[in-house]
Every structure is written in C-alpha cells, then in structure tokens.
C-alpha cells in the first residue's frame, strides 16, 4: 500500500522560501505523476504544480508560476516543492498525491493516493 508523507511546512515571513517534501513508501514513484495540492480555509482544494512519472512534463497554476518549482528525486522515493516569493495568500495546507503516468491537469479525481498534508503560513 503506497503511503505519502509532507513534511517540510512551518511558518515564514512574505518574500521567504521553503521546500516541501513528499516521501513515499510502500510503492515506487516510478510510474506515477505526483501533485502538489493545497486547500486554505474556507477554499475549495487547488492544484499547485505537478510532475510526470518520467518527469518529462510539469504543470504550475499561474498563481505560483515563477515563484514555485516540482521536482522529483525518484532513486529516493520523494518529490519536492520548492517555494520562493512567498505570499500570505500562499497560506495552506499542502498536500501531495499520485495518479499513474500524467497529470490529468491536476483534477483531483484522478488522484487516488494522498498524503495528510503540511502546513505553510506565511505571515505579512
């Protein structure tokens, strides 16, 4: 059974950064896309960026192009979210989930493992 753990999230000032982590066990990630997701309180869950299983291909939501980048590392098991610029309205909680092969533009109906997610608060 593929589990997912976050970890990597904590309280940052506008303009920091952090790096998310999404470690698997269980499973390889070989096959699978990976997502990042988030969901603020009171808003619907969104898709923040996500990587192919041959990391080939990434999608980002306009929201953080340019100031997040995907990336995975699958000789150990984890896909990273690396998070620059960042915005109060960036605040969230993260979660990372897999579907098998692409990102099926990040719709997360497609995503059948997830993780319980991290928080990110980012003060002004």
């Known amino acids: 059974q593929l589990q997912l753990v976050e970890s990597g999230g904590g309280l940052v000032q506008a303009g920091g950064s952090l790096r998310l982590s999404c470690a698997a066990s269980g499973s390889s990630l070989d096959e699978y896309a990976i997502a990042w997701f988030r969901q603020a309180p009171g808003k619907d869950r969104e898709g923040v960026s996500c990587?192919?299983?041959?990391?080939?291909?990434?999608q980002t939501a306009d929201s953080v192009k340019g100031r997040f980048t995907i990336s995975r590392d699958n000789a150990k098991n984890t896909v990273y979210l690396q998070m620059n610029s960042l915005k109060p309205e960036d605040t969230a909680v993260y979660f990372c989930a897999v579907t098998i092969a692409y990102c099926k533009g990040m719709n997360a109906g497609y995503f059948g493992y997830w993780g319980q997610g991290t928080q990110v608060t980012v003060s002004s």
């Open positions: 990587i192919s299983s041959k990391g080939g291909s990434t």
